[in-house]
């Protein structure tokens, strides 16, 4: 989903948001988004306990990185919230 909103007169931000499934025992996720530039700001909720950092940031998508590998069950899934 995406959002527009002016912020001012001279100020516009764009807001995407979604969730991504994680596979079983994935270190990683790759998550598609529609940004003009790599100039925004990513925010990440992992469902099980991790550290998380941002790799391959391009403004079609960014990789969403774990230090603890997602649940072996498959129920991995974060929430991820981009704007600019």
Known sequence: ????????????????????AVGANAISVTVVVSQTSTGYK????????TDWWITGKTAGQFIVNFSTPAPADGSGSIDWTVSQ
């Open 1 to 20: 989903m995406v959002w527009t909103r002016a912020a001012n007169l001279n100020d516009t931000v764009t807001l995407q948001s979604g969730q991504a």
């Open 42 to 49: 990513i925010g990440v909720a992992p469902n099980w306990n």
